[in-house]
């Protein structure tokens, strides 16, 4: 997403390479049948009315302005989320009573702040920390929350205080950015929009970039699978980074930097259903014991997602790559979903499909900022050389950031493409 909104401003000036059958990225909607399913679902919300204004001017007439709901399935029961006056009816009153104190503790003794667990039990307490936020976050990063860095928690949830949330849920503010009540989202799924944001560029399918021909400061050409080389004078990298500093055969140092830097995989098992509904909700979180994390119903997404009579569901596996999930064999592994997801009748599932996906989200380890800026600063010493987006730059950022961080990339490249072809002879 983040190389489509660069090339979108660079415009005749660019080529996209792109190693996939499709452009988007981890921003892409799989065809299944007559159903369709994005790689995770993918809304957009922006603060920014820029960036919604440009969103809504590529889709035109075929965006979609859906009101948002999502549940959280723990110990056998739904609780609502984002937190509304319900949740506090179905939670036993001692977690109430502890949440309250241990809320109230951590306002007068916090801990020392050096790991996401740190940060969010001062920011909401030992006891809402550990029923909201401690399973579903180690289930999805794969390591335990003291081995979190606070960035993530500044990424995530800066913004979120328990005042926030109880404010939100008596409708008193909703200027929480998690909270948001409603979002964007294309009719035929995000990948339409990739698709319209990459029409009219020179897009360059199923070229994987395997290497550069560079100087000791500048790239000249990019060889594309492992034989053709594109000269240029300037690259903009969306690729993963441990790929970047292999191409570039970057010294020993920097390999090993790289080599610590972790990011996070994903499994998507798509479930078609011989039902109309499966649940009301876009997304229904579990931090429980099951193998998924996160399950959404494209169809509540829009209804051109699925047939009328029939629903599907993309049920997400956060993994490591390699590990054993991932080589997991498709049919067991569909069977173990299967066998787990709730209000579910074996029966009712007529046919699955399962995707993989590497690279999904880059992880904030405490101590991982040394690793990365050592990776950046040999990137930096290549001054045609940019990073860009989430998976290119390691940073978990949202759709709209790197929407906007393409497209300042962009415009800030064209306006220097500009200075230097002004520049007299």
Not at 90 to 107: E, H
């Amino acid at each position: 997403m983040s190389g489509l909104s660069c090339a979108s401003v660079l415009g005749d000036d660019c080529i996209v390479l792109e190693q996939d059958y499709c452009v988007g990225g981890l921003a892409k909607t799989v065809l299944f049948r007559d159903f369709s399913f994005d790689l995770g679902g993918h809304r957009f919300f922006a603060p920014v009315p820029r960036l919604q204004e440009f969103f809504r001017g590529i889709l035109g007439d075929s965006v979609r302005e859906v009101k948002r709901r999502s549940r959280i399935f723990r110990n056998n029961q739904f609780i609502e989320y984002p937190l509304n006056p319900s949740v506090i009816k179905q939670l036993p009153c001692t977690d109430t009573v502890r949440a309250l104190a241990t809320y109230c503790m951590r306002n007068f003794f916090p801990l020392p702040g050096r790991s996401f667990e740190d940060a969010a039990k001062n920011r909401f307490g030992d006891r809402l920390y550990e029923l909201f936020f401690k399973e579903y976050t180690a289930k999805v990063w794969g390591i335990p929350c003291s081995g979190l860095s606070t960035e993530f928690f500044d990424a995530r949830l800066a913004s979120v205080s328990l005042r926030k949330a109880i404010l939100h849920a008596f409708s008193f503010r909703q200027d929480v950015r998690s909270f948001t009540d409603t979002f964007l989202y294309p009719a035929c799924g995000i990948g339409e929009f990739s698709r319209r944001l990459g029409m009219g560029r020179d897009v360059r399918l199923q070229q994987k970039v395997t290497g550069f021909v560079h100087t000791a400061s500048r790239i000249e050409k990019v060889i594309t699978n492992n034989h053709e080389e594109i000269p240029c004078v300037g690259v903009v990298s969306t690729m993963p980074v441990p790929h970047l500093v292999e191409a570039l055969h970057a010294p020993l140092h920097v390999q090993q930097a790289v080599r610590r830097l972790r990011y996070r995989s994903l499994v998507c098992v798509f479930l078609v259903l011989n039902r109309r509904m499966y649940t009301p909700d876009h997304w229904i979180y579990f931090p429980g014991k099951q193998i998924f994390g996160r399950l959404h119903e494209p169809k509540n997404w829009s209804s051109n997602m699925a047939p009328a009579d029939k629903t599907g569901i993309c049920v997400e596996i956060f993994c490591d790559q390699l590990d054993a999930i991932w080589n997991m064999d498709d049919s067991r592994i569909a069977h173990e979903v299967i066998s787990e997801v709730p209000l579910l009748n074996r029966f009712e599932v007529v046919a699955h499909m399962v995707k993989r996906v590497a690279y999904a989200y880059p992880v904030y380890t405490i101590g991982y900022r040394k690793d990365l800026d050592m990776v950046r600063s040999f990137v930096s010493s290549f001054r045609n050389l940019f990073l860009v987006g989430r998976t290119g730059n390691f940073q978990y950022i949202n759709m709209d950031a790197c929407i906007d961080e393409g497209m300042r990339l962009g415009a800030r490249l064209k306006s220097a493409h500009t200075a230097v072809n002004a520049c007299p002879k």
